[in-house]
């Protein structure tokens, strides 16, 4: 894809003599703020453009407040600015104030992180009047929040009408990820699709069916498909509105699909679980993780594939009791990567959790969710468009 990369912006910065960078991140962190991966994912660009002695204007949404909520701590982001300062070495600082109360001249810091955009009404509606406002703040604007590109928000997209505008390290970086997995593909080609519903992942799921030689379905999604199969799937989470769907796509699919034939049910969350096969399910019990046969046909495949697709945890990962066998892949995916040449392509905020200390030794880990699942699927994304 032809966009404005960051050696274009470089070069239009020593041209031009620009003051001030807007940089668009996704610094929406987890509550617990243990999770730095977004923050670690746009540091290179961010030390990039101050070493290159720009002042650096940082915007990122954090959660989803309502317009009461303005003055809650819990949704500002200045609960994650010692975090960001950690990872970036360098003092961040914060304007809590209105974009509308405060002229671009009183901000004089180094990096600066303005308070969260989606206090203001008009950036979910893609609002050109905010944008333009957010515009005067900075001399160039850089997107490097891939993750929420998938939106035509003000930030992401009417911005750029008022400022030039490039791709920053982690949205090249992004986009070159997942490319790999999508284009000149090396085969067998397997994909891994997992998560709790299938009506999020209608797309990507009917794409994969077509291009992929296989197509693993776990997660809770794969209750539906085994429902939609006749089985009875007591009492686990399904999507009866679903079932259609599921059955247009195994009965259209080109790749091999592999459903789970066992599991690690449970009457509850908290209750250790026990494996059984398919029919063997208790009435009393539902479905929290697939089975050790099921894993083991999944890694299986794992060891032909020469490229592999993954998003989705393949349990309910959450649960300490019901992880084995996110970590039993995770690992696995991380040998073939390091020692037998796979390509791994992997995304999605549960998704990284679940790979834990695996999470380096993959080819490419995205830190988007649906803006990963959507380009997969195919779609323009507006915020990537904007930046042709």
């Known amino acids: 894809m032809n966009i ?13 003599g620009n003051k001030r960078c807007i940089i668009r991140c996704d610094l929406n962190l987890p509550s617990d703020i243990e999770d730095l991966s977004r923050v670690y994912a746009v540091k ?28 809650n701590p819990k ?3 200045k609960q994650i600015v010692p975090s960001v300062s950690k990872v970036l070495g360098r003092d961040v600082a914060f304007e809590k104030r209105s974009i509308f109360d405060i002229e671009p001249s009183e901000i004089t810091a180094a ?36 993750s929420v590109s998938h939106r035509a928000h003000a930030s992401v997209c009417a911005i750029t009408k008022h400022l030039p505008s490039f791709a920053g390290l982690s949205m090249m970086r992004e986009i070159e990820g997942i490319t790999k997995a999508t284009e000149n593909i090396e085969r067998p080609y397997t994909a891994i699709i997992g998560g709790a519903k299938v009506s999020t992942k209608i797309d990507v799921l009917k794409k994969l069916s077509l291009e992929a030689d296989y197509l693993v379905i776990a997660g809770a999604m794969a209750n539906t498909f085994l429902a939609a199969q006749g089985h009875d799937m007591k009492k686990s989470l399904i999507e009866p509105e679903q079932f259609e ?8 699919a080109e790749a091999e699909l592999i459903l789970p034939t066992d599991f690690v049910v449970s009457p509850n969350v ?34 032909k594939s020469r490229t592999l697709l993954w998003n989705g945890t393949l349990g309910l990962f959450e649960c300490a009791n019901f992880q084995y066998s996110s970590e039993i892949v995770s690992k696995h995916v991380a040998e073939c990567t390091q020692n037998a040449g796979l390509v791994s392509i992997t995304g999605g905020g549960e998704t990284i959790a679940s790979l834990g200390e695996y999470k380096s030794d993959m080819t490419f880990v ?9 380009y997969i699927a195919g779609y323009d ?8």
């Open 245 to 252: 769907t599921a059955r247009e796509i195994m009965a259209n």
């Open 366 to 374: 995205s830190t988007a969710g649906g803006a990963f699942l959507e």
């Open 270 to 303: 908290e209750t250790d679980g026990v494996q059984c096969d398919l029919a063997d399910i208790p009435d009393d019990c539902g479905c929290f993780d697939i089975g050790g046969k099921s894993t083991a046909r999944i890694t299986d495949v794992i060891d």
């Open 381 to 388: 994304l507006p915020g990537v468009m904007a930046l042709q």
């Open 44 to 71: 290179d660009t961010i030390l990039s453009v101050a070493s290159m002695g720009l002042q650096v204007i940082l915007i990122s949404h954090y959660k989803r407040p309502k317009p009461e909520d303005v003055d």
């Open 111 to 146: 990096i600066t992180l303005l308070e969260n955009l989606r206090f203001y009404e008009g950036e979910t509606k893609n609002d050109d009047a905010l944008a333009q406002r957010l515009a005067q703040f900075g001399d160039v604007y850089i997107n490097d929040a891939f």
């Open 75 to 77: 949704f500002s982001l």
């Open 4 to 16: 404005k990369n960051f050696e274009n912006f470089k070069q239009f910065v020593n041209e031009r």
